[in-house]
């Protein structure tokens, strides 16, 4: 479990407790002690078997896949894979290859409902960039949503990561937006939820690693 849902869960069994005793009710105990419920299972952290086959590219997030489309970047035509991550999912965000961090970089922004498009450009987030084997590049953004008002990103620029790494968290509901080479070859569609460090995104054409 993440440290933050110790922290919110005692405290509110703290307050389940004064309450409780203060005024002789146990029932005003009720809500703060589903609360404190509700966030030992929310910032929950759950092992998992990362794959090790090479040119995978793995889920950064748990959620449910709504997009994948090709954008022209300044850098080129790339994939775009969204994943929307509800206050149901687990939000702790895994690196999605292994390799070097050549980027990190925060931005200011809006709150908007992270099922909104628009979110991905607006929002508050943070941008990663993780550089591979044979140069192979993805980049993947933690956005704030409408609830999330707490991005955690805990690596920095030239950190080297593994494939399916803890990176960080997104507080409450948000969206992961990945992006991948043009070349990859997709695994996932819209509809399909995905694990963190679990589930395969893509793969890279391995003749074209070299």
């Not at 959620?63 to 994939?79: A, D, H, K, W």
């Not at 939000?91 to 070097?100: D, E, K, Q, T």
């Not at 991948?180 to 070859?185: D, I, K, N, Q, R």
């Amino acid at each position: 479990m993440v440290r933050d849902g110790y922290i919110y869960g005692l405290s509110l069994l703290a307050v389940a407790f004064v309450l409780a005793w203060a005024t002789g009710y146990w029932a005003w105990s009720i809500a703060p002690v589903l609360l404190a419920v509700f966030f030992l299972w929310f910032f929950r952290d759950p092992e998992r078997t990362i794959l090790s086959e090479p040119g995978l590219i793995v889920s950064p997030g748990d959620g449910l896949v709504t997009e994948t489309v090709t954008i022209n970047t300044p850098e080129g035509p790339r994939q775009r894979i969204s994943i929307f991550l509800s206050v149901f999912d687990v939000h702790i965000n895994r690196s999605p290859i292994a390799g070097v961090l050549t980027s990190v970089r925060y931005q200011k922004g809006r709150y908007l409902n992270a099922m909104n498009p628009a979110s991905a450009d607006q929002n508050e987030q943070n941008i990663a960039t993780v550089r591979g084997e044979g140069g192979v590049e993805v980049t993947f953004k933690q956005i704030a949503g409408l609830l999330a008002r707490r991005i955690v990103f805990n690596l920095h620029q030239g950190d080297t990561v593994e494939r399916g790494q803890r990176v960080g968290l997104i507080k409450f509901g948000s969206r992961v937006n990945v992006l991948l080479p043009v070349e990859a070859e997709l695994r996932v569609g819209v509809g399909q939820r995905v694990k963190g460090g679990a589930s395969v995104l893509a793969v890279m054409p391995q003749g074209d690693r070299s």
